[in-house]
């Protein structure tokens, strides 16, 4: 788990999760894209984040996703800071599991969990200017972004 100024190794991040007893290992790469929203002719994307909060977070949601799928046998949850270029990979997270429900499981509530309660902030810069964001994000902690996720009503 952590954030990283350099490129994401996700050759290495997938070794890694790579285990005997682990049948299924899923990557998600979120790659820097040349578009937003409305916003077309994006060049550059540039991610900074709370840095202790940040790695207090990712462990936290690496700890809830095995405590909702305990077959999990490893979990990375990488995300870059500093500025990339498009294409280059803002985020991955590998998981592995004996069977691939557990692994597609996983991975797809870490991101969505990232997403939702770790301080990293995305300054986007395109031929028409540049901008923090379109508005404010609310960040949850992970259990109540859980509860919301697994118990909607």
């Known amino acids: 788990?952590?954030?990283c100024a350099d490129r994401l190794p996700l050759e290495a991040a997938v070794a890694w999760a790579n285990r005997r007893d682990c049948g299924a290992v899923v990557?998600?790469?979120?790659?820097a894209r040349d578009s937003s929203a409305d916003r077309a002719g994006v060049y550059e994307l540039t991610y900074e984040a709370y840095e202790a909060e940040a790695e207090n977070r990712l462990a936290a949601v690496a700890r809830q996703a095995r405590d909702l799928w305990p077959a999990v046998g490893r979990l990375a949850l990488l995300h870059r800071t500093g500025t990339l270029a498009i294409g280059d990979a803002a985020?991955?997270?590998?998981?592995?599991a004996p069977?691939?429900?557990e692994a597609f499981s996983a991975a797809r509530f870490c991101i969505d969990a990232l997403k939702a309660t770790v301080p990293i902030w995305k300054l986007e810069k395109w031929a028409g200017g540049e901008s923090w964001g379109r508005e404010a994000q609310h960040l949850s902690e992970i259990e109540e972004y859980t509860e919301r996720v697994h118990n909607p009503l």
């Open 99 to 101: 069977h691939r429900a």
């Open 1 to 3: 788990m952590g954030l």
């Open 27 to 31: 990557m998600f790469s979120g790659n």
């Open 91 to 96: 985020v991955v997270v590998v998981a592995a």
